[in-house]
């Protein structure tokens, strides 16, 4: 038995590696506008990966404001959180709350029950840069990223990327700074997150998630900071919608 509980895991696992080697899209961060866009692509038949640097999936969702668990969600995003089969209440005529621990969970389980498949403690380090196009990931172990270690990566092949490492923007700002590229912005750069101002981001979140490189599309706060607008805090419908339109865009482009 003990032979079995290891072979198993070793054999199912590669396999999944292996068959995730190749992709048509691959989403960096399992923030909520990765997941929904891996649900909508993978729903469709988008063979669709997300690599995650955490051991939970879930980025800025799982803690609510300042940890008390709840989040907002406005109406036009309802619709989702109904597909989604997400318990909601409603609080006024604008937006519904819902436990962010429930949330969370749901969106990891729904994105991954139609077939994305999710690898956490990875680290994407950088990108593969073909033909004057975003063509891949690189990546690594995140433990190997925390102890500094010396280890060269692997590759992940993919006819999209999709940047959803949050504020952070990590992909777009690579690809921009190691390839002298200009990305589809106004400074041809990434141009840095504003300060908060709710409806404005929740706005521009969804108008700023579009595909700034050739192969490389963003969403969530990632779209936000690379286009230069405001963060918003703990409402979630645009992240939601923008993983929607994300996944809509990607589908036109394949
Ligand atoms: O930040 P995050 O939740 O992304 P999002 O979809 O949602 C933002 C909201 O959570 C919140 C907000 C809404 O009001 O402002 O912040 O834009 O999740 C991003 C995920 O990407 C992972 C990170 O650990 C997180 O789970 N991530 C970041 N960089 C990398 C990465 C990387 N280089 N490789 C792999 N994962």
Redesign the pocket.
Known sequence: MEKIVSLSIVEQYFTKLKNHLDLDVAI?????????AGYYLAKDGFKTAI????LA?????WGGAMMFNE?VIQNEAVPILDELKINYTRYDEHCVVADSVHATSALIYASTQVGCTIFNC????DVVFKSEKVSGIV?NW?PVHLQHLHVDPLIILAKVVLD?????C??AKTVARKNNVKLYTETGNVVGEKSLQVEE?ERT?IENTKEIYPGLFV??????GVSGSF??????G??LL??KKVAELIKKSL
Request: glycine share 24%; aromatic share 6%; no cysteine.
């Open positions: 960096v961060g399992a923030g909520p506008s990765g997941m929904v690599f995650e640097r955490k999936p879930g980025g800025g969702m989040i990875y680290s994407v380090e990546v995140t959803g490492t949050g504020h952070d990590e992909v981001a979140t969403s969530g706060m990632a779209a936000n963060r918003m805090g703990p409402i979630f645009g992240m923008s993983g």
